[in-house]
């Protein structure tokens, strides 16, 4: 079937809706059968549809126990910016507002959703949250006594739910960010230069040797060297988030100086070779 950008859009905001309400097996239901969730990018994934040794049975049980740790608590509320729609992904760019039992939490926020048909209905196959995991434990650990109840519970829930490997799948994301640091947002600042400039050899070494560019995903596929000849304009960056080993950021392309109707409202999603610290994948969102 052939599903609309109106279809693709209402079916992820089945997400933000059943987590409004606190309906569990809504959430469940908008996932396939084989998907995985990160969140935040960099921490261990969330698989259904394989065996779950905790449960004793393949299905959802393990993204389940997600839901109830870091959803059944809280109150969530999605403040919206942007949707980009491009082939069978959403890309949304957003803040996320969470009530942790009375502590108010804004999390500036890139959601990737790739969405797959499965029995004539869509589904989504994986969701990617780009988000910055040490600046919100900062933002925790600031509130002194205040924070002491909510971390207490949330240290509990984790090893009720997921136990002990959980926790530090949660936390691995940190620990890859204490090897990459800030070296990928500084890189992404150098592409941007490079990129205006149009110095086709400052930009070129920020990449590996086999590094894909999707301009914009689902319709160029180029390279470094060859950029310039299917992307023009000018670029502008903000709210970079750092996860994992991959930089997201909101995006203004402007592609004629004259006229600001052509400017172009989006996400850029640059992935980092964790060896050569180089970007390996860059994917523009924009429609």
Known sequence: MIFSREEKIAHINKSPDSVAIHDKEKWLNIFSEYAIVEDPVGSKPHVTGLYDKKSSKSGNANLARFYETFIAPNTIVFDIKNDIVCK????????????????????????????????????????????????????????GLTALPILTSMSARMMKHQGLSGAIGLTSGLGKLGKFGNQGKETVEKFLQAFNDKNQSSLSRLFCNDAVIHIPYGEIKTTPSEIFTNMCGTLSFSKLLLAGTTVTTSVTYKTDAESKSDNKQGVAIFEFDRNSKKIHRLTFYYE
């Open 88 to 143: 069978n992904h959403v890309v949304r760019d957003l803040t996320v507002n969470i009530d942790m039992q009375g502590l108010p939490i804004s999390v500036p926020m890139h959601l990737l959703y790739e969405l797959v048909e499965e029995k004539e209905q869509l589904k989504i196959r994986r969701l990617a949250a780009h988000w910055e995991l040490m600046p919100m434990m900062s933002l925790l650990m600031s509130e």
